[in-house]
């Protein structure tokens, strides 16, 4: 059940509204709009009754949602959700005009590599730098990541280059150290599912990058969504970075279809990684610019010093000329869907004056 | 093998090395390129003698060629191929710089339907329109196409637009009749692996355009174009029409990414259907713009003059208003990545001079 | 619709209705059954009036049929299909309580080969040959099957041996020639919506066996059954030879799950490839014996007399001991579920009375 | 690399290798086999000297694993591994002639539901009886089942019933408390890469059982059972639940090759879940007696006694009449394998002494 605000309706109407939901053993989530206020309604095991509702003051309408999914739901907020990320003063903001651009090494190997990786994500133009400290492997036996030294080394970067941070959570234990060094927690593919991390998340104050699993479906994808907002944390980015498929000519199948399939079911951005969703150096930059094109609201790339020494994902990480060549091809065709993305020194590369 | 001539090699040089094949029983196919002429070899059982053919005059090198396909391999001939469909005085070349544009609806269902879809498709600036007159479907009790009277339909739209026509073939018995007609022959992805038909496009003078199969990888889509080019028919363009996993979201998960993996083992031009690709008519603009973005030679899109009165496909159909402003992004788009789009009364949108 | 006609219905009765529905313009499909006889209609574009139907003599009920398939379904026949194959003195009954088994090479080689292996087959006990003299191959310059001389083979085999021969038909002007020596038409997996080929096959007086496609769904699967049916060849016998998944263990994935759905949905008989379902010699064995326990009619399986030196699919293919161990085994397993595995010398194994 | 002992090697012999790995900074794991003792190496970085390791006293060979797994794989132990559940007194195996069955609901419900569920699986002759008390649930508005309470009505089903507790562990921190009522440690589908979770699992003394997640490759599934093998739990049961794939006839495609697969690469026992698998009511038993016959080691089924009053997954669990017939038949089927199925008072049906 979606309960609608009339426009004029007072804090005090949304606060009734709230009290009443509350006291029928259920929990309101009340998501301001710039014209009214909507209230889900969660933890019924029924259907409920508009009219409970219907007749209290400031109450457009109640209206039942049938999808299964509610909060992340267009019929439930059908205005885009901006999810800003960073402190105030140097903030980001996904699902708006500007896509955000997320670039960086797959794991942080030492401060040198992070170091030499962030300034050409920078001077590429990107805001956010990407780095995973606890790398979820295939293999016990591979690099699993430098752990809490690579969330420090993460620190030093943000506070050198002013580069904001996303980098993984890989257990609810895990995400109490995590959140206190990144900027964006971002919780991977295989991790989907895995209800435990994402109700945690649900309950930070730190935006969640969701990656899509690589056999969930669309509804899959926003119900573990909807896990963490329903605990209260209504700052969700997704983010598609292929499916599995019998396709063996890339390591997963990019489905860009999926992006106007979102936007369409949801209010939350969506952004892409055509790193993970060819696997192939040689392809990140053609489905990158595709990307764009069919609309998403950003990128997670996969960028290193020098690819060919990475300790993982070289084969499919640009190098920082490539990132650049990039990051010019995309502001062009950012720019012919009216959007833009931010380069530095304020130059914005894209937009049509 | 591939026996590369030397760029001074004289067509008397060609002639006799392809003797040669022949007079060891295998079958030559010269192929002509800017600079020099590559002679692939087909038909050996067993591996070759590279010295049997770098002694005669001309020949500067004769290379084994270890991919199953050969003679639509890049290592063949490595410049891209440039496919021209229709009469010299009206034709449209697939692989350049400029989109190649199909667009028109499903099926023929009479003079007045096609009438009115090919004014919309030429008004919006395209080129060559599609329209099926032989109709393969999933059900027997399905509308199969008006056959022969569809073909003279689309043949008076040819003369009365100046559109150039694809259409299917459904059998080799069924190629007599519509390559009369056609200036492509199209074969559906049910027919990718349809080898009686392949062999029989091989042997025609029409350029074929050849859709992939929705289980198909890239080598067998390749070789799928290779048992046409080993009949003689070098006139081959691909077209990704997405494949079948369990995404549920779109009627096809649409591989973007095999456009530039094809681009890399082939030289043959790629396009993308969108139509089908997605199944959804709110998907078929964003994923044009992705695929233009991502490299694709063209387009192949369905258009209606009504869509929902389509006798197939209506619901992944255009209406003629948004096919003219998908033309529109994608020429924009285009012009980014140095390529054109031809529009109506010869004004070129999308090249940036 | 399926007009279904009281036990007592006399042969005029059936008469009757048929040519109500041939007046209306449509096609009736007289399918007389032990207790009662049924008449499908198709050819109908919209529904029908059951009443139209009801009011006649010999009338027990008028059934809108809700599915896209209708000769195939159990709606319109409750009862299994016996597909009888071979003539009256030397048949197999495909469906009844005893298991059809197929065996034989990928390809007829050469006389000697057939020879071999109808011998090894004949001697642990199957009755069909299988044998490929038209071969699909994904590559244009592979083995394409000795064409009418394997025929000829086939048909010596045939004298020979006594073993009726199942072997693949590739296109409709080539079922011509195939009809002639076939005792049952294979139409192989890429086939499956090769519509014209179909269409073919429902007007030979042959019996069918229809693989199914790599990608097919139980809903496709059906329809390409239902066009046989539709031509009037009602005896087709159905085979799930494994559809292509991301999972690379074998070659394609055996979906056994699909004998049970079609046994739900449809009357036709449907049996086994365990060869191509798996593609690995080691594992043709044990989903042999699954197959029989989840309930399949029969197998047709690859066996080679020496299949280190066949020209195709000798990887898959198993030599004649391990083809009779797996006789043993899976007649003991048809046992279990009240079935049987006709053995040489009329020797039932199986049955444990 | 793996370390193989000569048959006659002594226990100090073992100590001195794993001494040596232990002094290279490497992690030895000890495997004694019927035969002789074979010693496994984890935590090297790069490959390892042979000649380190052979001149060591009691030293046969010193073998480089080709695989990526290494403690799962049969070239590091040759012998099926037998996994014991339960107390000495009350004990079944996994990975023997006799067949393991684990059924009961879905989900633990109430005090009430358990034990009728109970009470018909021990009817039935099966030993280990399984139902959730944490529920992985896509929607976090499903129930996610009972938590501890549950878990203490499952103690009590051991108790009174004396069958062997499966239940689920969701996260690490929850295996603490999971592992307290738990014969074996269940990990769903959704977190077989959930490597914080099978670390977790690696250091319980508690037998795991792990299923195959929805896209899994074989090498995924193998080193997911790894990660728990290379914490020191070598007490690892696999089992097969169905892929995801385009097919729509079932909820999962049971892919049963993967049975003699893992058996090939692996000594761990398999076991098949049909109810997940399949995913409708009417197929779980054609599928479980599918499994037996590919040679798998047990199932686990999805029994309720009122299935459709069930508060999760009624649509594929059997009826108590229905499980006492699968279990008729399948005792039937491992008879035929030369296996047994134990049943009630002793009684063991499938031997066929």
């Known amino acids: ?39 889900g309604i969660t933890g019924n095991k029924g259907p409920l009754e508009p009219e409970d509702f ?13 999808k299964p999914y509610k909060l992340v739901s267009r019929e439930v907020k059908s205005e885009d959700s901006l999810i800003r990320v960073g402190p105030q003063s140097n903030s980001v903001t996904f ?21 030499a990786a962030a300034e050409c994500v920078k001077k590429a133009g990107a805001r956010l730098f990407r780095g995973g400290a606890f790398k979820p492997r295939t293999s016990p036996y591979s690099f699993q990541g430098l752990g809490k030294e690579g969330l420090e080394i993460l620190a030093e970067v943000r506070g050198e280059f002013g580069l904001l941070i996303v980098t993984e959570t890989i257990d609810p234990e895990n995400c109490d150290l995590v959140e206190e060094y ?32 690589m056999s969930a479906t669309l509804e899959e994808f926003l119900m573990a969504a909807e896990y963490i ?19 063996d000519h890339t390591r ?13 079911a949801s209010h939350l951005p969506i952004i892409v990684d055509p790193s993970h969703g060819t696997g192939k150096r040689d392809k990140v ?6 990307a764009v094109a069919v609309g998403a609201d950003g990128l997670i790339v996969e960028v290193h010093p020098e690819p060919e020494r990475a300790l993982s ?21 950012a720019g012919v869907l009216g959007r833009t993305v931010e380069r530095k020194q304020g130059k914005e590369i894209g937009s049509r004056k």
């Open 252 to 264: 997963n199948t990019l489905d860009l279809s999926v992006i106007p399939a979102v936007k369409r």
């Open 229 to 247: 907002l329903s605990e209260g944390n209504y700052n969700v980015i997704l983010c598609e970075r292929g499916v599995r498929t019998f396709a």
């Open 54 to 66: 219907e007749s209290l003051p400031g109450v457009a309408e109640a209206i039942p949602v049938s």
């Open 182 to 213: 990144a900027d964006v927690l971002q919780i991977g593919a295989r991790n989907m599912q895995n209800f435990s991390l994402l109700k945690r998340a649900g309950r930070s104050t730190k935006p969640v990058l969701l990656k899509r699993g």
């Open 1 to 39: 059940m979606l309960i609608v605000m009339k426009p004029q309706a007072t804090e005090d109407d949304v606060r009734r509204v709230c009290q009443k939901i509350e006291a029928l053993g259920y929990r309101p989530h009340s998501m301001p709009g710039a014209q009214r206020t909507a209230i």
């Open 313 to 333: 994902d070289g084969y499919q990480s640009l190098d920082p000329d490539q990132f650049e060549a990039l990051m010019e091809q995309i502001a062009a065709i």
């Open 95 to 115: 699902g708006g005009p500007e896509l955000a651009i997320i670039a960086g090494p797959c794991a942080v190997e030492s401060r040198a590599q992070a170091f």
């Open 285 to 290: 930059t053609p489905l990158a610019r595709a």
